[in-house]
């Protein structure tokens, strides 16, 4: 049982580059969510999904896409990248709307 | 607005040292505080749920307890396999029934052997 998987751990990307992390949970949760955590701050929510197909924004969304068109996984896009996206990425899913989440390991992405 | 604090920002113990790790909040018709830990390069892990004032909740060497204002993380003769982040979180209720969970910036505890 794995839980929550993230690819890639680590990246870096060039200003103006896109990229896209994968999720994947295979704890058959509905939600799933995706967030970012900067020094000095707290995990800031990016957006999230409440089931397959569906998608919603976050605190922070701005400059990021999501996909979610299986209920396992739940994909975060960067079109062009900026410095400003610099962070440690963090999936995470739950059964229901109870927020005691399942996080993965975690994107360390850097945008040079 | 709705707003987590969390104090100290940073905790060093000598092992065996007990200590309390304080998260105040401002949220208007409280639906939960989570805790988690956070061991470094790695995501956070889920600890306890508290739902109501005066609930308590263990786990080894940790318990957390809740009153109207604040949840307090005590540690007891905490051992160097306790240091870690540790983050507390309240859910704030949104349109359409879903909750965002605002997190603290976290406390970092070293302990020390």
């Known amino acids: 049982n794995a839980g929550v998987t993230q690819t890639p751990k680590f990246r870096v990307l060039k200003t103006g580059q896109s990229m896209t992390l994968l999720c994947a949970q295979d704890m058959n949760h509905e939600y799933m969510y995706w967030y970012r955590q900067d020094p000095g701050m707290g995990l800031r929510l990016i957006h999230y999904?409440?089931?397959?197909?569906?998608?919603a924004k976050g605190e922070v969304p701005d400059g990021y896409n999501v996909s979610r068109l299986k209920k396992q996984n739940f994909l975060l896009g960067l079109e062009s990248a900026a410095p400003s996206q610099t962070s440690v990425y963090f999936c995470?899913?739950?059964?229901?709307?109870?927020?005691?989440?399942?996080f993965g390991q975690g994107t360390r992405l850097t945008v040079v | 607005e709705d707003q987590v604090t969390q104090s100290p920002e940073a905790l060093r113990l000598q092992e065996g040292e007990s200590s309390s790790l304080n998260c105040s909040y401002t949220?208007?018709?409280?639906?939960?505080l989570f805790w988690y830990r956070q061991d470094p390069g790695k995501g956070p892990e889920f600890l306890f749920t508290?739902?109501?004032a005066g609930e308590e909740k263990e786990k080894e060497r940790l318990k957390a307890t809740l009153t109207k204002k604040e949840s307090f993380l005590h540690i007891t003769a905490p051992k160097p396999e306790d240091s870690a982040t540790y983050l507390c979180?309240?859910?704030?209720?949104?349109?359409?029934?879903?909750?965002?969970?605002?997190f603290g910036i976290g406390t970092k505890l070293q302990v020390i052997p």
């Open positions: 995470a899913s739950s059964f229901d709307r109870r927020p005691e989440a399942f």
């Open positions: 949220v208007s018709g409280l639906r939960g």
């Open positions: 999904s409440v089931g397959e197909g569906t998608t």
């Open positions: 979180a309240v859910p704030i209720p949104e349109s359409g029934g879903y909750q965002k969970v605002t």
């Open positions: 508290l739902y109501s």
